[in-house]
């Protein structure tokens, strides 16, 4: 499930192979991430640009996901 914050990047991220994507601008990010994922938690959230995306990943983790997320200046 990819984030972005326009409809062509959604639509390049999906041509791409993520099977869903998000507007990263939601108010609800989580629930949008849920909601994608057909209610079920994710595996691994990865956040490469921080922020909303991050924080909401705690909580769409399943049992013993991974959480990665690249550091500044990496």
Same mark, same amino acid.
């Given at each position: !499930?990819?984030?972005?914050?326009?409809? /062509?990047? &959604? =639509?390049?991220?999906?041509? +791409? #192979?993520?099977?869903?994507? *998000? =507007?990263? &601008? *939601?108010?609800? +990010?989580?629930?949008? !991430? +849920? /909601?994608?994922?057909?209610? =079920?938690?994710?595996?691994? @959230?990865? @956040?490469?640009?921080? @922020?909303?995306a991050v924080d909401a990943c705690p909580s769409v983790l399943a049992a013993f996901g991974r959480? #990665? &997320?690249?550091?500044?200046? *990496?």
């Open positions: !499930i990819a984030l972005a914050s326009t409809a /062509e990047k &959604r =639509d390049l991220a999906t041509r +791409l #192979g993520a099977d869903a994507a *998000v =507007d990263s &601008r *939601v108010d609800d +990010l989580a629930a949008a !991430i +849920l /909601e994608a994922n057909g209610g =079920d938690q994710v595996d691994v @959230g990865l @956040g490469m640009a921080g @922020g909303a959480l #990665g &997320r690249r550091s500044a200046g *990496v």
